[in-house]
């Protein structure tokens, strides 16, 4: 059972803010690091594995400071986002290399390659391997030495359907085993289906924390915004704003802005409302629905 | 010194093409002296010159470069170096073996080669082919360490690298007498001079100064490579 305990860290490359005061706490189970691309995580992750000097704050592993101290690899297990192997090794080479670095056996890499079912194809030269089993070599060469603390970094970026599912199993198994495991991701579906805790980074901060529930009632439950193409845009517009499922209506050179306070009655209301007024629609369209606005509004509300 | 991290970095540096890159320039530095030795040229000035211009003034300080650069500048490049450094193993330890491995490869790619092309060319005579390779010896132990050192702070070890061996020590060390104590080659030279008879090798260095600088070069660039391996920060690709 391993803990670590990020206090208030900041992390800044010139006068680029990577990551901005953040604390959080993370016990045993899978914890996802979820956000859009560029939001720290990777940063944030790196601070945990002992690869970055945090600007500030202090990042500890189980009350010891995970920074300039190789004897937190006794604990953790990294498996890097970058290719990050050598490619002249065989699969065994890799794993067996990892275990002897830590002073164990060819049994332990035995273990690890059956671990991650990489046993057929072992004897090939990684760089020969898929995305995905090169993903799941280094897999195998974090696990050699049973850590308790798993840190992965977009572990199943790249995967086909079938790696994905088998290496989201052994994480989840992972977790249940008591481990403490934290795997970023940009992509809400594979957080949910793996972590019990979601931490939710935006532009470097800590924008939310929760389960997978909680954060995806609070990813739906927003305003949202349409633009509505119709024949009357103006009679459309007045019906629209006496109504109460919409904040606000703008006219622009595109059609309506229509800002929603009530997705459910905002989706219901406007086609009715339109047959009413006899006003025919041409496009109702989200503008906000991309990941980078869900996040946003995120942040902007914690 | 750990042996898992020395038999990765001789993988790395021997495996299929990129020994070519440390063999290319010990075999043409052969092929000269069978050249000159067929061709008759092989009188002890030409052995004197064929060492110190091109054994210890060019095969030499880049071998330091390819060798030294090569067993850490490419894994910190493309990230490879995670592996060894998210083990509880001590940084220093890792930037040692490095150096070791450099070292080795300096002896196997640049000092028996030196001794041998001495040799074809006017074999034992004078202790020409002893004295330089034992100048290329420590010569080569403190290209490896410096050049270690640099591919651990920069990613542009390699122009770095070429400049200080070009610019400092062929250009500047050309002209300006001073510049010649602080030249690792001169160090080399001053080495070679003390074993060989030879009235054609004049060097400029004191044993005295050469000596002592490189055991100070060579301590302080690994210990310092150690250092900095330990603080060394990796990113992902944000």
């Known amino acids: ?302 | 010194m750990n042996t898992v991290v020395a038999s990765i970095t001789y993988r790395a540096m021997l495996g299929r093409k990129r020994v070519w890159l440390l063999a290319l320039l010990p075999i043409a530095l052969i092929g000269f002296a069978l050249l000159f030795r067929f061709i008759g040229g092989g009188d002890e000035s030409v052995a004197v010159d064929l060492m110190k211009i091109f054994a210890i003034g060019t095969v030499l300080p880049l071998l330091g470069l390819i060798a030294g650069t090569g067993v850490i500048a490419p894994e910190i490049e493309d990230g490879t170096i995670m592996h060894l450094m998210s083990k509880p193993i001590s940084r220093p330890v890792i930037a040692f073996t490095k150096f070791v491995v450099a070292a080795s490869l300096m002896v196997a790619f640049s000092v028996i080669p030196t001794y041998v092309a001495a040799y074809i060319l006017i074999g034992t005579e004078s202790g020409i082919a002893s004295g330089f390779a034992l100048g290329a010896l420590f010569a080569g132990i403190a290209y490896a360490a410096v050049f270690l050192l640099l591919g651990v702070v920069s990613r542009h070890a390699v122009t770095i690298g070429v400049i200080y061996a070009l610019v400092w020590e062929g250009l500047i060390g050309g002209y300006v007498p001073g510049a010649r104590r602080f030249s690792i080659q001169q160090w080399a030279q001053s080495i070679a001079d003390q074993v060989t008879t030879s009235a054609f090798l004049k060097s400029e260095v004191a044993l005295s100064f050469a000596v002592p600088a490189m055991i100070i070069v060579v301590a302080g660039s690994v210990v310092w490579a150690g250092q900095r391996l330990r603080v060394l920060s990796l990113t992902g690709d944000e």
Request: zero cysteines; glycine letters at 10%.
């Open chain 1, 1 to 302: 059972m391993s803990v670590i305990e990020i206090r208030q860290v900041s992390r800044w490359y010139g006068n680029v803010v990577a990551v901005n005061d953040v604390t959080m706490t993370i016990g045993p189970g899978v914890t996802g690091l979820l956000g859009p691309n560029g939001a720290g995580k990777s940063t944030l992750l790196h601070l945990m594995a002992g690869f970055l000097q945090p600007s500030g704050g202090t990042a500890t592993l189980d009350a010891k400071p995970i920074w300039k101290n190789h004897d937190v690899y006794r604990t953790i297990g990294l498996v890097p986002e970058k290719e990050g192997v050598y490619g002249f090794l065989t699969g065994w080479q890799f794993v067996q290399s990892a275990a002897r670095l830590h002073g164990l056996g060819d049994d332990a890499a035995e273990r690890a390659i059956a671990q991650v079912d990489m046993a057929a194809a072992k004897d090939r030269r990684i760089e020969t391997y898929s995305k995905g089993m090169r993903q799941r070599i280094k897999v195998a060469g974090a696990l050699v030495h049973e850590p308790s603390v798993l840190l992965l970094d977009e572990p199943f970026n790249g995967m086909d359907p079938r790696q994905r599912l088998h290496l989201m199993d052994l994480v989840r198994d992972l977790g249940a085993a008591g481990k403490t495991i934290v795997f970023s991701s940009h992509i809400l579906e594979e957080v949910e289906r793996v972590a019990q805790q979601i931490e939710v980074m935006v532009a470097g901060r800590h924008a939310a924390s929760g389960d997978y529930r909680e954060i995806r009632r609070r990813m739906t439950d927003r305003p949202h915004l349409f633009r509505v193409r119709s024949s009357d845009d103006r009679r459309l517009a007045a019906a629209l704003i006496a109504d109460t499922a919409s904040g606000g209506v703008s006219f622009t050179p595109q059609g309506l802005e229509v800002r929603t306070v009530d997705f459910r009655r905002f989706t219901h209301q406007l086609p009715r409302l339109a047959r009413d007024l006899g006003v025919r629609l041409w496009q109702v369209s989200p503008t906000d629905e991309d990941l980078e606005s869900v996040f946003s509004y995120l942040s902007g509300r914690s």
